[in-house]
């Protein structure tokens, strides 16, 4: 007799129906206005909706009244928004030092702290989200093992069969003391002996998918994905290969090939004295035992104080027993006061789920048929036939996907909405969880997904960027704002450029679709705790201890001056993807074009429930509840599809639509006879056969026969909307060495952000689909000036542009320009002059030329703002003309006055700052830089005896290279006729 156990799964719980009406949002008035007039004075000045976010870090729980009202008062200050308040942990990740424990999470402590920070937010006019845990993955310690996350345990015996016998029942593995059901014990004839057909790989998971809970030796690694044992991978992996039945390679000579057929599968009823009693016909038999249990899933990154198990986020009853157990309370006690407007969770990194209370019958519900004797090909067994096998996988993932929705992310906006609150829950990855990632969005008042800096963790874009997933969700469910965790990293510490670093991360969320960033992270850190102070150890650390944060307004009015943009109107996006009903399916980043329309044109994701509930058909277009109208459905790459939306796509066919795809193969899951007709004959029915490359009228529309939605539109005789038409730069979204855009509109208003990722300035010339005159409305300096531009035959617009190293700018098109013209270089001057040095604490340094600190020997390790000064001779100006300084290098930020008058602070290249008013014909020259903590950490790390900094995260090694520092190189007069 053979025996072996193994676990399949992870989590399940109550039922519901699925679906109900969108909840309402707190937003209010979204931060749009059709008036040019308003919008120049929304750039000048952002509202509060177009300011930045953050999340504000308790961490450990560890901060105090005081603290509180500071960091508020100076996120005021500083022109923020709100925050989203976070208790959390993390402090001792990565080896660094633990902080204080501060009060437990909901504790009557806690609570007072938590009460202080809204009726703070309330006199300062912020807004506040809070995440509603300590940490993330919803649960801690009053989650009890029956409503925890849940997954499927199996065992197997083998018997002989042709005579009776008693044979004792098989036991999945369970933890002791943990939950666990049985489902039903199952015997199947195994027609080609004990061994098993060869397992596909998938190409699922990678070097950080979350550990194989519970899964004992032997079970399918393959197997263990599409069956939503576990996460798919890291960074929203491609999962379509789990649809392969193999039949076009492994299985193209067995198509038929099953273990058993599923008639043949029985279900068995273990005697009074526990043991089966078989009389099995002739031949090997298998026995399965199933059943389902505790994942062991734990709540991630808490405080000290809330640990416990993540609860089953298929359990309606979960959800609401974690609710009132602590969120109710903390409604309760916000009653008083107005800043609470949102409520939030973190990203999902639990692994995977696949069962819970219920789940057969929901199962049968939604896909229409039993799934208990499928169960056994979570072994590897194969029934009925190898699709029909793979379909039913698929099945399952639906399945989960759809009741996670249902009952958790649905059930969330509603008891949020009954509070008048928001949702704003990052649910869509980026670890590869069992999910309609979009459909996770559909009631959240903000969709939220992040992406990161440049950083050790995640360097490669695929890794980073996962914008254009909540771009779409608010086009499709007709959200306003796409929020993003933004600039979030893994090392090194306080060692983000300003200007290489943070701003070109910043622009390429924002041509991928954001519009609110929420920066990751604010650490509350009180004043026991030194500088740089107490951390957690991710995130670009944001907050009053960083060296630039007294000179860092200007760089925050940039962030806001671009939300406030791109909060206007709505996007222009010529094609919707439709990404189909596979699970799990997620959008990551604009460059993996799935719909093969770059480049020059854009485009959105939909999934099925959006398709069919919230976009409407409008002739030949497809329009959203967002407002944006789409020219083109381009329907899956996996040429899987539903009966459902296939009768969709032949409605919007006649109705005068355009669809672009190769024929469909199949569903997705299984379906019944009769519907299996029906699709066979949709499919021959629109396509007719065409070959690819072709195209046809069908009804009023017409069918491409490609899956190149850009050869379509060019055949279509759309012109592209982005074109590169002179210059050595390419258009392409990517975060190195390329120029990309994003393109809103507002009233007739056009506006289009675009970004470059060279490190070098760039002169081209780009055609934009608009008309005109086009203004050029710079973020960092706040200016507009009228564009050089020109008409094209084609109905667009040539635009001649310059930016500078990782340089933006907005291109607004409007009807009539009042705004100057771009002012013209006369001729420049290099400064001549000897500096002086002041850094606090030491004897000024003369210097000749201007170098890094890090190559002067007492400032080498020195972190914080020195003060250059000089005596300057101002050049002789013509009417008209306008004088400028221009340093090659700044390191990080630089505040500059002349003549005791305030000047300009610049960050971003080309770091110019520009005289206005009448000038002396001479005067002291002032520039107080500020660079980053890490010098300072190197040097505290080479000599601890002459430590200057304190902080819980460990000092870098002391042969970490430093970062340039202060002014470097040369600094020249630029002369220009007009006002820059």
Not at 414 to 430: F, K, R
Not at 573 to 585: K, S, T
Not at 717 to 726: F, G, L, S
Request: hydrophobic share 35%; aromatic share 8%.
């Amino acid at each position: 007799m053979h025996v072996s156990t193994a676990l399949a799964g992870l989590a399940f719980a109550a039922t519901s129906t699925l679906g109900y009406a969108q909840m309402g949002t707190p937003q209010g008035n979204a931060s749009q206005t059709s008036s040019i007039a308003a919008l120049r004075a929304g750039f000048k000045t952002p509202p509060q909706q177009a300011r930045l976010r953050c999340y504000w870090w308790w961490l450990n729980g560890n901060t105090d009244k005081a603290t509180i009202t500071h960091d508020l008062t100076e996120m005021k200050a500083k022109g923020f928004g709100g925050a989203l308040l976070v208790d959390a942990g993390g402090a001792t990740q990565n080896g660094h030092a633990p902080v204080p424990a501060g009060p437990r999470f909901g504790s009557a402590a806690w609570v007072a702290l938590y009460t202080h920070a809204l009726r703070e937010a309330d006199r300062l006019g912020l807004e506040i989200t809070l995440n509603i845990m300590s940490g993330w993955n919803l649960g801690g310690p009053t989650v009890r093992p029956e409503d925890a996350s849940k997954a499927l345990t199996f065992a197997t015996t083998v018997v002989k069969g042709g005579s009776a016998q008693e044979v004792d029942v098989p036991q999945p593995q369970h933890t002791q003391g943990m939950f666990y059901r049985q489902i039903a014990v199952l015997a199947y004839p195994l027609h080609h002996g004990q061994a098993k057909a060869t397992q596909l790989e998938d190409g699922q998971g990678d070097r950080h998918t979350a550990a194989e809970q519970h899964v004992a030796d032997g079970y399918s690694s393959s197997i263990r994905f599409r069956a939503a044992a576990a996460e798919s991978g890291f960074s929203m992996n491609d999962s379509s290969a789990m649809l392969n039945d193999g039949l076009d390679t492994t299985f193209r000579d067995e198509d038929r090939y099953a273990d058993a057929s599923l008639a043949e599968v029985r279900r068995l009823q273990p005697a009074a004295d526990g043991k089966l009693h078989l009389d099995l016909p002739a031949g090997e038999w298998e026995i399965f035992t199933v059943g389902y249990t505790n994942t062991g899933a734990q709540v991630s990154t808490s405080s000290d104080t809330w640990k416990g198990l993540a609860i089953d986020h298929m359990s309606r009853s979960a959800f609401q027993h974690y609710w009132e157990a602590n969120v109710d309370p903390l409604l309760v006690a916000a009653k008083p006061f107005h800043s609470l407007k949102y409520l939030a969770t973190d990203s999902w990194e639990l692994g995977g789920t696949n069962w819970t209370d219920g789940f057969d019958k929901e199962f049968r519900q939604h896909r229409g048929y039993d799934p208990i004797p499928y169960l056994p090909v979570l072994t590897g067994r194969i029934l009925g036939d190898r699709s029909v096998t793979t379909r039913f996988l698929t099945d399952l993932r639906r399945t989960v996907a759809d009741l996670i929705v249902a009952n958790h992310y649905d059930v969330f906006a509603q008891m949020a909405g009954q509070h008048g609150l928001g949702v704003q829950a990052e649910s869509g990855g980026p670890h590869g969880a069992p999910i309609d990632a979009l459909e996770t969005f559909r009631h959240a008042a903000i969709p939220q997904t992040e992406f990161w800096s440049q950083n050790p963790h995640r360097h490669e874009d695929q890794e980073r960027f996962f914008t254009k997933q909540a771009a779409s969700a608010a086009n499709i469910y007709g959200q306003h704002y796409v929020a993003q965790e933004g600039e979030t990293s893994i090392g090194p510490q306080w060692s983000e450029s300003l200007a290489t670093d943070l701003k070109p991360s910043f622009d390429m969320a924002i041509t991928e679709g954001m519009n609110r960033l929420v920066w990751h992270e604010f650490t509350s850190s009180p004043a026991e705790s030194g500088v740089p102070g107490q951390e957690y150890f991710a995130g670009t650390h944001l907050n009053p201890k960083v060296t630039w944060w007294t000179d860092g307004g200007p760089f925050f009015s940039y962030l806001n001056r671009v939300q406030f943009l791109m909060q206007q109107g709505t996007t222009v996006n010529d094609v919707l993807y439709f990404y189909g009903d596979h699970i799990p399916n997620f959008v990551r980043l604009k460059a993996d074009d799935p719909a093969h329309v770059l480049p020059g044109y854009d485009y959105d994701v939909t999934n099925e429930d959006a398709l069919l509930r919230t976009i409407h058909i409008a002739g030949h277009e497809l329009v959203g509840p967002s407002g944006v109208h789409w020219r083109a459905l381009v329907l899956p790459r996996t040429r899987r599809i539903s009966l459902a939306a296939l009768q969709m796509v032949e409605r919007y066919l006649r109705a005068g639509g355009i669809v672009i795809s190769l024929p469909p193969v199949s569903s997705t899951g299984n379906l019944s006879n009769v519907q299996k007709k029906r699709l066979d004959e949709l499919i021959a029915q629109i396509w007719k056969g065409c070959p690819e490359g072709e195209s046809h009228l069908y009804g009023a529309g017409t069918v491409f026969c490609t899956d190149n939605a850009h050869e379509a539109l060019q055949r279509m005789r759309v012109p592209a909307d982005v074109t590169i038409t002179t210059g050595d730069v390419r258009l392409a979204p990517v975060s190195t060495d390329s120029v990309d855009a994003i393109h809103r509109q507002v009233a007739g208003t056009q506006i289009y952000y675009l970004r470059s990722s060279y490190a070098t300035e760039k002169s081209f010339t780009i055609a934009l689909r608009a008309t005109g005159d086009a203004e050029i409305w710079d973020p960092v300096t706040g200016s507009a000036h009228r564009a050089r531009t020109a008409a094209m035959p084609d109905g667009r617009s040539r635009v001649s542009v310059t930016l500078p190293a990782y340089g933006s700018a907005a291109i607004v098109f409007l009807q009539h320009s009042a705004s100057g013209d771009l002012p013209q270089l006369v001729h420049t001057e290099p400064v001549k002059a000897d500096w002086s040095l002041a850094i606090p604490g030491r004897e000024s340094v003369h210097l000749t030329e201007l170098k890094s600190w890090t190559e002067i020997d007492s400032t080498k390790y020195f972190s914080g703002t020195g003060v250059y000064s000089t005596s300057l001779t101002t050049p002789k100006l013509s009417a008209g003309e306008t004088s400028c300084l221009r340093f090659e290098g700044v390191h990080e930020i630089a505040r500059v006055t002349f003549a005791g008058k305030p000047v300009a602070t610049t960050w971003a290249a080309p770091y110019e700052v520009c005289l206005r008013g009448p000038l002396p014909e001479s005067g002291i020259l002032e520039v107080a830089v500020t660079n980053l903590w890490h010098n300072r950490r190197v040097g505290d790390s080479v000599d601890p005896s002459a430590r200057q900094t304190k902080s819980n995260i460990a000092l870098p090694s002391p042969d970490e290279p430093l970062l340039p520092s202060g002014l470097t190189g040369g600094v020249e007069w630029r002369i220009y006729r007009g006002r820059p």
